[in-house]
């Protein structure tokens, strides 16, 4: 059973920083490609960012691309999602996810088999 448990959300000002966590158990994550999904109050979840299995590949959505950064530990079998230049826009539940099939990663929600229980971040001033 493949397990994510996400870390890190909290309260910024805007233009701050957090940087989320989500740590995986039950399979090694060499084996996985991962994304994050956040979703706002009133919306649907949406796509933010994916990484592949091996790490070297990574793909943004435009609305977070140059302030956000996804990377993968896979000795620690930690994923990370750096957020800089943080908007209040960018408020949100936000949901790790990762696939043993879609190895390159992937903006559907769909093609990812495991997700985390969220952490909540919120940007205000």
């Known amino acids: 059973q493949v397990q994510l448990v996400e870390s890190g959300g909290g309260v910024v000002q805007p233009g701050g920083s957090l940087r989320l966590s989500c740590r995986v158990s039950?399979?090694?994550?060499?084996?996985?490609?991962m994304g994050w999904f956040r979703q706002a109050p009133g919306k649907e979840r949406e796509f933010v960012a994916t990484?592949?299995?091996?790490?070297?590949?990574?793909n943004y959505a435009d609305s977070v691309k140059d302030r956000f950064v996804i990377s993968k530990d896979n000795a620690k079998n930690m994923g990370y999602l750096q957020m800089n230049s943080l908007k209040p826009e960018d408020t949100a539940v936000y949901y790790c996810?990762?696939?043993?099939?879609?190895?390159?990663?992937?903006?559907?929600?769909?093609?990812?088999?495991?997700w985390g229980q969220g952490t909540q971040v919120s940007v205000s001033s």
């Open positions: 996810a990762a696939t043993l099939i879609s190895l390159y990663g992937s903006s559907w929600s769909y093609e990812y088999e495991y």
């Open positions: 990484i592949s299995w091996t790490g070297e590949s990574t």
């Open positions: 039950g399979r090694t994550l060499s084996s996985c490609a």
